[in-house]
């Protein structure tokens, strides 16, 4: 009669494998099975990240994306004319009727030859020229002796073409059409697109 079979001697049982996971000498213990855990950064290292995202942001949107106006430029706003007027320094927006050509001590005799606009504050004299920006137009804007922006289709409209840069000569311009200016040099090229045709 054969024997009845019983359970596995402790010999015969299967042992559980190694646990193959290292240990953490330092702390005695053993990495937990499965996808490792992800350590959240510092909340103070996550406001630090967004102080710098948001700044970088800043920067590349005011020079580098916005194109109301030309790199590093200063433009200015003058409201009323002769012994009146007064001059702002603004954001070079449509707004702006000026760019600021050039500042020169408040001993200086003028601006440098050309169609500049001088205009003398506490601390500087102003060389203006108009913020001119290529593919829009202009009427004049008579009060305050400048220009600003406006309908394409109006009789007295002008249209800037062409800005060319490093240069006050005008011929370059389509039938030499261009304003130009020496400080810095820089040549607007110019159409009047309702002006009666000869």
């Known amino acids: 009669m054969s024997k009845p079979e019983g359970p596995e001697t402790p010999a015969e049982q299967p042992t559980p494998e190694a646990d193959e996971r290292p240990l953490d000498f330092l702390e005695g213990k053993v990495e937990p099975a499965g996808r490792p855990v992800r350590k959240m950064l510092p909340l103070w290292a996550v406001a630090i990240i967004a102080v710098l995202i948001a700044g970088i ?3 590349v949107f005011r020079y ?3 194109d109301d106006g030309p790199a590093n430029a200063e433009c200015a706003s003058v409201s009323g004319s002769g012994d009146d007027a ?3 320094i603004v954001g070079c927006g449509d707004s702006a009727a000026f ?3 050039a500042r020169k001590d408040l001993s200086a005799t003028g601006c440098a ?3 500049y606009r001088e205009m003398r504050t506490d601390k500087d004299l102003l060389c203006l020229m ?3 920006l290529a593919g829009k137009c202009y009427v004049p804007d008579d009060p305050n002796q400048a220009f600003k922006v406006g309908s394409c289709e109006a009789q007295d409209a002008i249209r800037v073409t062409e800005e060319l840069s490093n240069t006050s000569d005008p011929s370059p311009c389509p039938d030499g059409n261009g304003l130009g200016y020496p ?3 820089v040549v607007f090229c ?3 697109p309702n002006a009666p045709r000869s």
Do not use: H, W, Y
């Open 64 to 66: 580098v994306l916005d």
């Open 57 to 59: 942001g800043f920067v």
């Open 99 to 101: 760019r600021v050509a």
């Open 130 to 132: 108009p913020n001119f």
């Open 183 to 185: 400080e810095p040099p």
């Open 190 to 192: 110019l159409e009047t």
């Open 86 to 88: 007064k001059v702002e």
């Open 113 to 115: 030859e050309g169609a």
